[in-house]
């Protein structure tokens, strides 16, 4: 009709609840929860907890509840799309190698072991340092040749 000015209720905040959004019509207006709420809009909208569903993050992710959301992320150690595809171990051996000078990598499953190897001593996610390498292969060396002085002796 003309000359009808509609008020915009939104313009008062308190029109509506808690965390609900308020839309303004011609002659009237509504309240409405925002996606990731629930309850009367009148009232006041309550965050869901959206980590009470079990498939609320993708598999092996961990979830937390947010106002409005929820957040996936991965363990320690796993990796992938938490949201989606799900978290996987990660192969850190794989990659930058997380141990030590001459130490051997051993991807575990949401983890990773760092040994030095046979002959080698020291701390394996540092420096494993070879003072008993050369004493172990000229052991070895020795065994070899007195076996092949034997088998040409024969
Ligand atoms: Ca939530
Ligand atoms: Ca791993």
Redesign the pocket.
Known sequence: MKGTTDIDECSNPNVCGQNALCQNTPGNYTCVCPE??FGNPFDGCV?????EHPNACGPGATCR??????ECYCPPGYEGDAYTTGCGDMDECSRTNPCGRNAHCTNLEGSFKCACPPGFIGDPMTDCTGSCFNHTTKNVYILVNKSLFAETNT
């Open positions: 990731g709420f965050d869901i907890d959206e980590c509840n947010v106002v409005g959301g929820r």
